[in-house]
């Protein structure tokens, strides 16, 4: 926990710092959603349902079974998980608020791409 603190993803108190655990999921999304986009070749029906397979994970309150697809994906992706996103993990609360924020920037940047698709 004192990773954490010292990180700045929790307060002393043990609070969760939300704005901290959004910006690490801006770094981290993008990176792993570009390369989804260029492995799959911009197939839509592969990253919709990759995004509908970890929504229901986190919807079901599976997030560690969501993790561990996440880290199997970075793996197949030829991607290293993201330390800082592993410090989470032990976190229930600051794990969840991740994989939350995780999912909200995994649909804006495949809208992105979906929107840079239909202009070409």
Do not use: C
Not at 86 to 104: D, I, K, N, T, V
């Amino acid at each position: 926990m004192q990773e954490l603190i010292d990180k700045g993803v929790l307060r002393p108190s043990g609070e969760i710092v939300k704005d901290k655990i959004n910006l690490l999921s801006g770094a981290h999304t993008p990176p792993f959603v570009e390369m989804l986009w260029t492995v799959t070749g911009g197939d839509t029906d592969t990253t919709d349902r990759v995004y509908t397979l970890l929504t229901d994970l986190y919807q079901e309150g599976r997030e560690t079974e969501m993790l561990e697809v996440l880290r199997t994906l970075y793996g197949v992706l030829g991607l290293p998980f993201p330390e800082d996103v592993e410090q989470l993990a032990g976190h229930p609360e600051a794990r969840g608020y991740f994989l939350f924020s995780f999912l909200l920037d995994y649909d804006d940047a495949i809208e992105d791409y979906k929107a840079g698709q239909d202009g070409a």
